[in-house]
């Protein structure tokens, strides 16, 4: 069971898949087996009945590339864009870290280099 307003969205699609079927002089029994679907689908989504399965009416309707965009994740701009936001703002490479650990194994133990005036360290 959808809302009020799905519902009377559904009637008014099942209204006019009938006259567009009508139009062409479809029976419900030609227009099912066109859509791979069964003839009670098709009476049942022209009734605008919401128990009829989305893929279903989108088969139906030809609009199933239309129903793969609809929640397609590289098309979400929200999300996207809220994702964006968790992002860390600035990334450290693998040579910043491995600097960091040993600076803090070295603060740890206590031991600092020598380093001498021809720049080596020991």
């Known amino acids: 069971m959808g809302s009020p307003k799905s519902h009377l969205a559904l009637e008014q699609l099942g209204h006019d898949l ?7 002089g479809m029976a419900i029994a ?6 791979g ?4 689908s098709v009476a049942r989504l022209e009734k605008g009945d919401s ?9 139906v309707l030809g609009l199933l590339d239309r129903l793969a965009d609809l929640i397609d994740i590289r098309k979400d701009d929200l999300g996207l864009a809220l994702a964006a936001e968790r992002q860390p703002r600035r990334g450290r ?5 491995l600097r960091r650990q040993q600076d803090k ?5 206590g031991r600092t280099d020598v380093i001498d005036l021809d720049g080596a360290s020991f």
Not at 51 to 59: H, K, N, R, S
Request: charged share 25%.
């Open 93 to 97: 490479t693998s040579a910043t870290t």
């Open 30 to 35: 030609d227009l099912a087996v066109r859509t």
């Open 51 to 59: 128990g009829v399965g989305i893929g279903t009416l989108a088969d």
């Open 105 to 109: 194994d070295k603060a740890a133990h």
């Open 37 to 40: 679907t069964s003839a009670s």
């Open 18 to 24: 009938r006259g567009a079927r009508l139009r062409r």
